[in-house]
């Protein structure tokens, strides 16, 4: 059974940083692309940044700048270095990984909680 597994919130002060770390276990099917989503209370979940075979990762706008996406293929683990943190960054973080033909692999994990204090 696939299992994406997230870690690494917690309760912080606005301009601190934390690390987010995404372990994709159970899979044999090739990792090409990983990715981090949060979803804020009573908002939709969003693309934060993403990381594929081959191209420039993406970061989006509100983060830019400030979040780093990484990953280690050969381990099957994406990680989320967010730094400078603001009080809306406070959200629930989801990781998702991707295989042929951006194939979603997998279903979401149960995130971690990210709150920043301001």
């Known amino acids: 059974q696939v299992q994406l597994v997230e870690s690494g919130g917690g309760f912080v002060q606005a301009g601190d940083s934390l690390t987010l770390t995404c372990v994709i276990s159970g899979t044999s099917t090739a990792i090409n692309g990983m990715a981090w989503y949060r979803q804020a209370p009573g908002q939709d979940r969003e693309l934060v940044a993403a990381?594929?075979?081959?191209?420039?990762?993406y970061c989006a706008d509100s983060v830019k700048g400030r979040f780093i996406i990484s990953g280690d293929h050969t381990e099957n683990k994406v990680f989320l270095q967010m730094n400078s943190l603001k009080f809306e960054d406070t959200a629930v973080y989801y990781c998702r990984a991707y295989g042929p033909q951006a194939s979603r692999i997998g279903s979401w994990g149960q995130g971690t909680q990210v709150i920043v204090s301001s």
């Open positions: 990381l594929a075979k081959g191209t420039n990762p």
